[in-house]
């Protein structure tokens, strides 16, 4: 079964409906399951609250949550040793670094040209 980490620019993509967001949406249909960290449900409910648009828990329905219970300093580490990221590209590339000890078992998806480069420098596919 095959799996991706789903990083919130896409599903905000999707959910505005920007150009594009079909052919995500296929995408994400080809994968068994969806993770992301949580972090994803504020960013997107902060971007549709932008643009006005209510929040609907469709939006998150595939995706499965990655907690953790530790600080991800030791994933952070690696990956800025790969290349710099915004806080936020960070924290979403080490949750799924923490998840995926190897990264080539899982995708990595994500609208940010930066983050797919280093994801994809760490061995996710992408």
Same mark, same amino acid.
């Not at 980490?5 to 994400?28: F, K, N, T, W």
């Not at 449900?41 to 953790?68: C, G, K, M, N, Y």
């Not at 530790?70 to 799924?96: N, S």
């Given at each position: ?20 967001? @079909?052919?995500?949406?296929? %995408? /994400? ?9 949580? *972090?994803?449900?504020?960013?997107? %409910? ?7 648009? $209510?929040?609907?828990? %469709? ?11 530790? $600080? *991800?300093?030791? @994933?952070?580490?690696?990956? /800025?040793?790969?290349?710099? /990221? ?10 799924? *670094?923490?998840?995926?000890?190897? $990264? %080539? ?5 994500? /609208? ?9 420098? *760490?061995?996710?596919?992408?």
């Amino acid at each position: 079964m095959s799996a991706a980490y789903v990083d919130s620019s896409v599903l905000v993509a999707i959910a505005l409906g920007e150009v594009g967001s @079909e052919a995500l949406s296929q %995408r /994400l249909a080809g994968f068994g399951r969806l993770y992301s960290s949580n *972090l994803l449900e504020a960013e997107l %409910r902060s971007a549709l609250a932008r643009e006005d648009v $209510p929040f609907s828990p %469709r939006h998150v329905v595939q995706v499965r949550w990655i907690w953790t219970d530790r $600080p *991800l300093g030791p @994933e952070m580490d690696t990956i /800025l040793e790969v290349g710099y /990221l915004k806080g936020a590209d960070l924290w979403h590339l080490a949750a799924a *670094l923490s998840f995926a000890p190897d $990264p %080539r078992e899982m995708a990595f998806v994500t /609208l940010d040209q930066r983050q797919r480069s280093v994801a994809a420098e *760490l061995g996710f596919r992408v």
